[in-house]
């Protein structure tokens, strides 16, 4: 009986290797995963386009960083890929429009982003204090 009847968990793939032999999955959260796909399949879809799109945007903005380039027309931002209306976050102050992706901030004109700037996640828990 021992090492048989050992199989792989329907969500992840790994090898279920303790608990009973008919065990599905390796844990309450693949258990939970795999029902939910099961569930919103649509939803599931959206939300890995979304999160798709929104690495790309900051693999985008890393890139300027790394460059050293701190402001840049949108048009040539959109023709590197970069998809403007997927933001993580978004903020307005006075006339200045500001947004983050991670934790990459930048402000928006018309015409360009500019002051694109990474903070570090303690820099942004300490400005909300
Ligand atoms: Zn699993």
Known sequence: ????????????GDLILYGRPDRKFCSSTCKNRWHNRQKYPAQELVERRIIRILRRNHDILDRLIRLNIRSLDRITLMDMGYHPDYVTSYRKVGIKQLFTCFDIHYEQTPTRIKKIVRTSLEESADSKR
């Open 1 to 12: 009986m021992q090492g048989e009847g050992r199989t792989r968990c329907l969500c992840c």
